[in-house]
């Protein structure tokens, strides 16, 4: 069994001072035959207040994976990705790639999305899916592929955390 954590930043829009708020779990799922995923029972009550909103479903940046993110979300990185100067080819050379296959899903009644054929094609999900955290985002990958990335991410995984959290506890006082 893969062991991993879904941790889901959102802002929560009923604060006076939108702050983000996390959600945690372990999640394997199935997809169905048309490529539905339902949501585990215990993401679902942590979502509770995004739950009916819409989602942003996408492509991987570095991975054969898919990205979805709540529409708040994907809004705050639209507003970043607009403010990028379009007279620019790398920047619209990006701004197409990122945004591509881009789809809007919602969760029906019984608490599914669907995934489009053609980003199930480009995860090479057949049934077998992990549901994993990306900080601000949900990444879902097809069991397979998500093993073998985080068995590739473990070969060294301190010279990692060091290089990218190591200055992080020396600002802040952590130990």
């Known amino acids: 069994m893969v062991i991993c954590g879904i941790i889901l930043f959102i802002f929560d829009k009923d604060q006076k001072n939108n702050y983000l708020k996390h959600f945690t779990g372990t999640y394997e799922c199935k997809a169905d035959t048309k490529g539905r995923i339902m949501i585990p029972v215990a993401l679902k009550k942590q979502m509770k207040k995004i739950i009916k909103e819409e989602f942003v479903i996408k492509r991987g940046v570095f991975n054969q994976c898919l990205e979805i993110y709540p529409i708040i979300q994907w809004n705050l990185m ?15 050379d990006f701004i197409r790639r990122f945004t591509a296959g881009v789809k ?51 070969i060294d995984f301190p010279g ?10 020396e600002t802040n006082d952590i130990s």
């Open 78 to 92: 639209m507003n970043n990705i607009n403010s990028l100067n379009r007279f620019k080819k790398k920047n619209i």
């Open 160 to 169: 990692l955390a060091e290089e990218v959290m190591g200055d992080k506890n």
């Open 104 to 154: 809007l899903i919602e969760l029906d009644s019984s608490g599914r999305f669907l995934i489009p054929r053609n980003l199930l094609i480009y995860a090479d999900i057949k049934k077998e899916v992990v549901v994993s955290s990306a900080v601000n985002i949900i990444e879902i990958w097809d069991k397979r592929n998500y093993e073998k990335a985080i068995d590739s991410a473990l």
